[in-house]
């Protein structure tokens, strides 16, 4: 398949394959522990290998990094620790000369307190940029409301040069862009047509729901130990918020260029007003809806419920993005599948499920050799603001050291963004120097080198599962239909159209269930273990087959 501008056909997205890159865990090539650039360029071949047709690069922007590059100083410059706009000229062209698209990320809801246009902005109320940001008169002498931010603590900070706070849903160092501004619009949807000319083919939008914040009033959720409220459901999905999206995809479509909206969905119709073809909004959505980290609360049951939820609601018009991790999640096989004794069949069998389902398939960087949730000696280690964040919150609640680790690493964004394995030698091959991110361990036993010298490794699984979806239009573009098991834990669900019919069935526990096929003639296409179906079987723990009617 060719995505590549010229060649694009309607729908194109549809039969992406699209790999996340977090930058700075990536490849570092001169081993300043970080990784860049010239890294990603040299990993192109892994990556068409695989199957690759687009990669999304979290943000390379100048920035500070209190947020990892999501607080932009710059929208025009690339921060020099990832290399030069050259270095991206080259990576576009290397990309594109393996049918490779470049998808970068477009983080519109705040700037970074250093962009120049915060630092005008923050001198006075009057001038050119006073109006970028959204400023609020203090209230009885305190914050204009109870709002407490994303990452913790309040959403406002005062600022004694204009005796007024300004809003920031994430960090402080994240000032929100108040988009009822005209010089904000204009600025923004220019830099877009700027990254556009440049040549990239779409972009991730980040946090896009909260653009149109409504009228500021205070939340009645329960104040948290600080005594302020998380509502971001009161400041999502507003007209005002749908209003923007749309200018910005009708620049895109000028471009017919690509994207995916993190977006806030609090009910099904949320799906369709982001995504249905009529909306002219998104392409497809990345829900986020705090806490991303559905421990205790997920169970295979709920995601069979949310799966089939979603397809129905956008079956006949609407599309999905795939995908079980990101760089704000834990590692998917620690999160949903059995990361000791069951890491590789968990593995592979969390793989058949996205690759198999209707939509396009994201795969995260380390998600393809099994990377494993990283679990650091103390809290100094953790470098995401959010997990101390969650560390310091622990604590004044009056939980122990120990406790307050537990429950900061088990969120922790940290578990994904550890360095990429790629090869048993001090540095993982990630890096010759000293990372900036501890390596996870167990990259002795779990790395690249490895998993491409035998072809049952997961990596080897992906390849085949991937090759498979290419080949296979009723894979990619046919309906679903979700079998009753009767248990909670087996999933089968058939995939009909362009004259086939596919069955999937996984065993989502670490324990053996049974199961009767249905009736027919079934032929196995590809499975995590050794064996063949048979009619009435006992799936092993986490066992996973594709299987085709004949
Ligand atoms: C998105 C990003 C996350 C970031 C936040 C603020 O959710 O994925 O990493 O912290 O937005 O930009
Ligand atoms: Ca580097």
């Known amino acids: 398949m060719e995505h590549t501008r010229e060649k694009r056909s309607k729908d194109w997205f549809k039969d992406l394959e699209i790999y996340q890159i977090y930058p700075k865990s990536f490849m570092d090539s001169n081993g300043d522990g970080i990784g860049d650039l010239p890294g990603i360029i040299s990993k192109l071949d892994y990556l068409e290998k695989l199957g690759i047709d687009a990669i999304w690069l979290s943000p390379i922007y100048v920035s500070p990094c209190y947020d990892n590059g999501y607080d932009i100083a710059d929208y025009d410059r690339i921060d020099p620790v990832f290399g030069t706009i050259e270095d991206l000229e080259r990576l576009r062209d290397e990309a594109h000369g393996r049918g490779i698209c470049l998808i970068m990320d477009l983080v519109v809801n705040h700037t970074s307190s250093f962009h120049e246009w915060f630092r005008e902005s923050r001198k006075s109320r009057t001038g050119q940029y ?11 002498g305190k914050e204009p409301n109870n709002w407490a931010s994303c990452f913790g603590g309040s959403a406002w900070e005062y600022c004694e040069e204009r005796g007024q706070y300004y809003l920031h849903m994430f960090a402080k160092e994240q000032p929100d862009l108040n988009w009822k501004s005209e010089g904000v619009r204009k600025s923004i949807f220019a830099m877009i047509r700027r990254w556009l000319d440049f040549g990239v083919d779409g972009f991730r939008v980040d946090a896009i729901s909260y653009l149109d914040k409504g009228d500021f009033c205070d939340s009645t959720n329960t104040l948290n130990a600080e005594g302020y409220a998380l509502d971001m459901d009161a400041i999502s999905n507003r007209p005002g918020t749908h209003a923007i ?15 995916v909206g993190e ?33 205790g609360t997920w169970s295979p049951a709920k995601m069979k419920r949310d799966i089939v939820a979603s397809y129905e609601t956008m079956k006949d018009d609407g599309w ?12 998917q096989v620690s999160l949903y599948g059995n990361d000791t004794t069951y890491r590789i069949d968990s593995a592979k069998m969390l793989a058949m499920l996205m690759q198999t389902l209707p939509g396009t398939p994201f795969i995260f960087q380390g998600e393809e050799i099994g990377m494993t949730d990283v679990h650091y000696p103390s809290i100094g280690c953790y ?24 429950i900061a690493a088990a969120i922790s964004r940290d578990n994904a963004r550890t360095p990429m394995q790629w090869k ?21 036993t779990i790395n690249v080198e ?15 599962l991937i090759e498979i979806r290419k080949k296979e239009p009723c894979l990619r573009r046919g309906s679903m239909e979700f079998h009753n ?6 999933f089968a669900f058939s995939r009909m159209g362009y004259g086939k019919e596919f069955l999937v069935l996984l065993n989502f526990s670490d324990s053996p269930r049974r199961y009767s096929l249905p009736a027919g003639n079934w032929m196995s296409v590809i499975s995590n273990g050794k064996r063949s179906a048979q009619e009435s079987m006992v799936l092993k723990p986490y066992e996973a087959f594709l299987l085709e009617r004949r």
């Open 130 to 140: 006073s109006d970028y940001y959204i400023w609020k008169d203090p209230k009885d």
């Open 245 to 259: 999206i749309k200018d910005i995809c009708r620049i895109l479509d000028e471009y017919d260029a690509f994207a």
């Open 424 to 444: 048993n030698e001090e540095g993982a091959g990630f890096t010759t120097g000293k990372p900036w991110l501890e390596i996870n361990g167990n990259y002795r």
């Open 383 to 406: 470098n995401d603001i959010d997990t101390r964040n969650a560390y310091r919150t622990a604590l004044l609640e009056g939980k122990s050291e120990e406790e307050a680790l537990r």
């Open 450 to 464: 490895s998993s491409l010298a035998d072809d049952e490794s997961i990596l080897s699984f992906y390849r085949k």
């Open 320 to 331: 999905w993005a795939r995908f079980l991790s990101n760089h704000d999640k834990p590692r």
């Open 485 to 490: 098991t009767g248990d909670d834990c087996i």
């Open 263 to 295: 977006v806030n969905i609090k009910k099904l119709s949320d799906y369709r007003d982001y995504c249905s073809e009529d909306r002219k909004e998104f392409k497809m959505a990345i829900p986020f809806v705090p806490p991303i980290v559905e421990i």
